[in-house]
């Protein structure tokens, strides 16, 4: 499956001791960026929430945020009356021997009576309520990240289909260009034996002329001869069509020896423009001229296209 690495997924998980939202945002790069936003509270999902990430993205530059918001439990808690009793009445026998004692603060009061709302995040349940979220928000950008990959790949399809008319195009035109050239070599031979005798034929048999205009269309076939070049280009547009097919998938359980599909694709339409560049520069007519640079047109089209591609 062609994936796009520039995507979006949020998701959000609650329970009673609140809730959490992660955001995911993609865009392209030639290797795998994350960077992370989250408070100081909930570093400890980090490293757990980086190798999920991992399994599901092979690169792209990813922004992580990190957001919660805790239950108020506050109103659960209770002093005990007696305690609060007792504490009064040692307060009122301070005052007599230092009158400006103050009253302790209610903050305080929780925590002498043990009964103070614990200010730390209980690491299991804030790292399963992330991880829960993560999955969900991963899922969300998997999903649109595969639709704009199916999008780009669309628009590749459609440029290799151009780019193998044009290549069919310039087949049918060798032989026609051919055959130009022969005939102008004719008419350039005899109006040269013409301007030099009016007899010139005369001394030059029929068999030698031949053999004189089989030489030189010969050796201008061999010029222009741009059959590899193109046998070539189809052996790309065959292997992008694989790529477009096939995309990552055909490499997962062999990592070691497959590359990213953008990175192949890359690679391909480095050969592919190597190739056109080649067909440009053995052209013989304005007609060819003209398909190689439709070729190189095409060719960019689909690397910026493939720029974007996981």
């Known amino acids: 499956m062609i994936r796009s690495m520039t995507a979006f997924g949020n998701a959000r998980a609650e ?27 909930l570093r400890m999902v980090e490293s757990a929430i980086r190798e999920k990430l991992g399994t599901v993205v092979a690169r792209g530059k990813v922004e992580v945020r990190v957001n919660y918001v805790r239950s108020d ?32 603060r209610l903050t305080e009061l929780l925590n002498a009576s043990g009964v103070a709302e614990n200010t730390g995040l209980d690491p ?29 790949a669309t628009i590749m399809h459609e440029c290799a289909l151009e780019v193998s008319q044009i290549v069919d195009q310039v087949e049918m035109q060798l032989p026609v260009l051919l055959a130009e050239h022969q005939d102008k070599l004719n008419n350039k031979l005899r109006d040269t034996l013409n301007a030099v005798s009016p007899d010139g034929f005369a001394h030059i048999s029929g068999a030698e002329l031949t053999a004189r205009i089989a030489q030189e269309t010969s050796l201008f076939s061999m010029r222009i001869d741009v059959a590899e070049e193109l046998s070539r280009l189809r052996s790309h547009i065959a292997e992008l069509q694989h790529l477009l097919s096939t995309g990552e998938t055909m490499g997962r359980k062999d990592k070691k020896n497959s590359g990213s599909a953008g ?27 003209r398909a190689a640079i439709d070729l190189k047109l095409l060719i960019e089209q689909m690397r910026e296209q493939a720029q974007n591609i996981e």
Do not use: H
């Open 263 to 289: 990175k192949r694709l890359d690679f391909l339409f480095q050969e592919m423009n190597r190739e056109a560049n080649t067909l440009g520069s053995k052209a013989s007519a304005l007609s060819v001229t």
């Open 15 to 41: 329970s009673a001791q609140g809730s959490v939202t992660i955001e995911f945002r993609t865009v392209n790069s030639r290797f795998l960026d994350v960077n992370f936003r989250l408070p100081e509270d």
């Open 124 to 152: 299991d349940i804030w790292t399963a309520m992330c991880l829960e979220a993560a999955t969900q928000a991963l899922a969300e950008m998997q999903a649109a990240r595969e639709r704009e990959g199916q999008r780009l």
């Open 73 to 104: 439990t506050r109103a659960r808690v209770s002093l005990d009356p007696e305690y609060l009793s007792t504490l009064a009445a040692q307060l009122q026998d301070a005052r007599r021997v230092i009158p400006d004692v103050p009253a302790p």
